[in-house]
């Protein structure tokens, strides 16, 4: 066995095994249907508690990597090509969600309270001049260190651009790529997306959903080349693709030379004992456009999202899209990038999952 836990890493060992098994699996040496070592031999091999294998295994489980047998263990359901189709696949139509007030998630108001006092303190008067066009370097660099830190993503901040909520940032999208292209969405998405893209002059196709994600037949007979995607708990059919389907979405647009629009809403209150990776940290043609909001984890009138674009389509961005104003308040923009250098919105992030998953196992 070829794995290694280093006990001087910062790294937990659990996250350790864990990406040392994804990268097994992705690479074909753990193939489709594959039995993984038990959980009592990954122990022994590697020094560790069976409870750091179970964690590992529970995330490869959630990301969609293993399935679990009771009495039988853990088997490899991965698939690179994502080439196997269910018979005869239904598919997801939305289902009702029920209101739970518009701020529930958000930052407490005494910590919100507490952050705007700050930055009237330490700004003052810097707050009434106007942002630059894609944002303040302030909240730019937060989030680019954000990223870092929490979705192994490592970008700059040139790459964020700043906007009052995801529909603006939309229309940026369709506006940047052009409206001659063919836009695919999931069937149901969230209807804003298809509205904003047809605003723009686009076509837009709807894509139909199964339990794993877009299903194999609609990629496959789709004439897009911009797939607008929420890997994560896709409104409203509450989908979660799996680790092939969001493999299955890279592979469609390199095929067709286009562009992923990654929409991560929703995807911080994940109970998973590891967030997600972003389709953006998997790609490795720089073809997919990052989004998310703030507008559900700090306040439900803040209307604040950012876009993170590759370096390749800097140029085009700037050449299109670039004149236009950043529509976010700098006192707004410069309150996040407080609460996101002073660790508030990631302590605020991990309460609500601990809350999440004590709710879940109740």
């Known amino acids: 066995m070829q794995y290694i836990i280093d006990g001087g890493k910062k790294t937990p060992a659990y996250i350790q095994l864990y990406e040392q098994l994804r990268r097994d699996i992705v690479e074909g040496v753990y193939a489709l249907g594959t039995k993984l070592p038990s959980k009592r031999l990954l122990a022994s091999e590697l020094g560790i508690s069976v409870v750091t294998v179970e964690h590992a295994l529970s995330i490869l489980a959630d990301e969609g990597y293993i399935g679990t047998k009771e009495r039988s263990g853990a088997f490899v359901i991965y698939r690179a090509d994502d080439g196997f189709v269910t018979p005869s696949?239904?598919?997801?139509?939305?289902?009702?969600?029920p209101h739970t007030g518009e701020n529930e998630g958000a930052?407490?108001?005494?910590?919100?309270?507490?952050?705007?006092?700050?930055?009237?303190?330490?700004?003052?008067?810097?707050?009434?001049?106007?942002?630059?066009?894609?944002?303040?370097?302030?909240?730019?660099?937060?989030?680019?260190?954000?990223?870092?830190?929490?979705?192994g993503m490592n970008v700059t901040p040139d790459q964020v651009v700043v906007g009052s909520g995801a529909e603006y940032l939309y229309g940026l999208v369709v506006g940047m790529l052009g409206a001659s292209r063919i836009y695919a969405t999931e069937d149901p998405c969230y209807e804003k997306i298809r509205a904003v893209y047809r605003a723009g002059g686009a076509t837009v196709e709807g894509l139909p959903m199964a339990e794993e994600g877009i299903t194999t037949e609609a990629l496959a007979g789709s004439c897009a080349s911009v797939l607008h995607v929420t890997p994560y708990h896709s409104f409203p059919s509450g989908v979660t693709a799996t680790a092939s389907k969001r493999r299955a979405y890279l592979d469609f647009v390199s095929e067709r030379n286009g562009y992923l629009v990654e929409d991560d809403f929703d995807s911080e209150f994940t109970v998973s004992a590891k967030m997600e990776d972003t389709l953006f940290s998997q790609d490795g043609e720089e073809r997919v456009i990052y989004l998310n909001s703030f507008t559900k984890t700090v306040a439900a009138s803040l209307r604040v999202a950012y876009m993170v674009l590759p370096p390749?389509?800097?140029?085009?961005?700037?050449?299109?899209?670039?004149?236009?104003?950043?529509?976010?308040?700098?006192?707004?923009?410069?309150?996040?990038?407080?609460?996101?250098?002073?660790?508030?919105?990631?302590?605020?992030?991990?309460?609500?999952?601990?809350?999440l998953r004590r709710k879940q196992e109740k």
């Open 312 to 355: 390749s389509l800097l140029p085009l961005f700037s050449s299109r899209v670039g004149f236009y104003s950043c529509t976010v308040p700098t006192f707004e923009q410069l309150v996040l990038a407080d609460l996101l250098h002073s660790g508030e919105f990631e302590r605020h992030i991990n309460r609500r999952r601990r809350a």
């Open 89 to 97: 696949p239904v598919p997801i139509k939305a289902r009702h969600v």
């Open 107 to 151: 930052v407490p108001f005494s910590v919100l309270a507490r952050t705007m006092r700050r930055v009237l303190a330490d700004y003052g008067e810097e707050i009434l001049t106007r942002s630059p066009q894609s944002g303040c370097f302030a909240l730019r660099h937060a989030i680019s260190q954000y990223l870092a830190r929490s979705r």
